[in-house]
């Protein structure tokens, strides 16, 4: 029986993609649908590895499995690193990501392209009955679009611009974003960590 993994996520995006990128180990990728009264806890604005670390615990004790959470965010050097940590709640609470990403271009009004370096970083926990926790981290760097472009992905996809491909994240299919995504480098940073203590099977590197 192939050992199991419990996304601490709700998100739809977040599950699709952690999905595609766990399958080369062999894993029974396990959500939180299965646990329908698991809450998780709310995330804080300490760090991204501390938000990640109380959802993986929370899922861990509750499910006695290894848990995975991430806590993600675009951080833009024009902004001042902003928004950061804030990401999922920028320009406030009720917004949809299509408000969100309105809200970022109209902060960066005209700032020009060489001045609109971003990046996408990805924290990840986790979590074994046992007692061990890890924590990495992925990166993946670009720029700021001036418009938003593609249909896919979600969140910030549409104006978080790969220079060397000329294309936003929701311009890419799912397998060219797992590739080059930040939580492709995070998984690839954890895959070592989860063969050792699951003893999973290590496939071919999506990256």
Not at 146 to 171: H, N, Q, S, V
Request: hydrophobic content about 45%; aromatic content about 6%.
């Amino acid at each position: 029986m192939n050992p199991e993994l419990v996304l601490a996520t709700g998100n739809p995006g977040k599950i699709a993609e952690f999905s595609l990128l766990l399958e080369a180990l062999g894993l029974r990728v396990r959500t939180l649908n299965e646990f329908p009264a698991l809450g998780l806890p709310p995330e804080g604005d300490c760090s991204y590895a501390a938000n990640a670390l109380v959802k993986a615990r929370a899922v861990t004790r509750a499910t006695q499995l290894c848990a995975l959470a991430d806590d993600s965010g675009l951080e833009v050097d024009a902004l001042g690193g902003a928004p950061g940590l804030l990401s999922a709640r920028y320009g406030g609470p009720g917004l949809t990501d299509q408000e969100r990403v309105q809200h970022l271009l109209a902060a960066l009004g005209g700032i020009r392209e060489e001045r609109r370096a971003a990046r996408f970083r990805c924290v990840v926990a986790l979590t074994v009955p046992w007692g061990q926790e890890a924590v990495v981290e992925g990166i993946a760097e670009g720029r700021i679009a001036p418009a938003a472009r593609g249909t896919g992905g979600f969140g910030y996809d549409p104006i978080f611009e790969i220079p060397a491909l000329g294309r936003t994240f929701a311009e890419l299919s799912s397998s060219e974003k797992a590739r080059v995504s930040h939580r492709a480098r995070a998984i690839e940073a954890a895959r070592p960590i989860l063969e050792r203590w699951l003893g999973c099977r290590g496939g071919a590197s999506s990256l």
